[in-house]
């Protein structure tokens, strides 16, 4: 029921920028609320590992390897996450996934941990 949409991947050369959007939504329902949200990235042969988180307060967590490169950033009237990712590696070269916590929709209750299908990027050196 509730849906992460997220766009903005794409190929772009080393030391090159891109910013990724996540828009939630519930095609029946309102959202009332959404506590934090998140990005995580998946490269090949890899586990999924956390990039960045914002709280419903604005309170920032982003992994070390993208630290001063990548800045997560929400604007709640819109239940969207962006990630502006700047200097960008090829070791940063992943499918791109958005994560909403706790999903509160009016009359229908809370979703926890609801995924997007994810958006490739792809970083050349």
């Known amino acids: 029921q509730v849906q992460l949409v997220e766009s903005g991947g794409g190929l772009v050369q080393a030391g090159g920028s891109l910013t990724l959007s996540c828009a939630v939504s519930?095609?029946?329902?309102?959202?009332?609320?959404?506590?934090?949200m998140g990005w995580f990235r998946q490269a090949p042969g890899k586990a999924r590992e956390l990039v960045a988180v914002?709280?419903?307060?604005?309170?920032?967590n982003y992994a070390d390897s993208v630290k001063g490169r990548f800045a997560i950033s929400r604007d709640n009237a819109k239940n969207t996450v962006y990630l502006q990712m700047n200097s960008l590696k090829p070791e940063d070269t992943a499918v791109y996934y958005c994560?909403?916590?706790?999903?509160?929709?009016?009359?229908?209750?809370?979703?926890?941990?609801?995924w997007g299908q994810g958006t490739q990027v792809t970083v050349s050196s």
């Open positions: 914002i709280s419903s307060g604005t309170r920032l």
């Open positions: 994560n909403a916590q706790r999903v509160r929709v009016l009359y229908s209750g809370v979703f926890s941990d609801c």
């Open positions: 519930v095609p029946t329902g309102t959202i009332v609320s959404i506590s934090d």
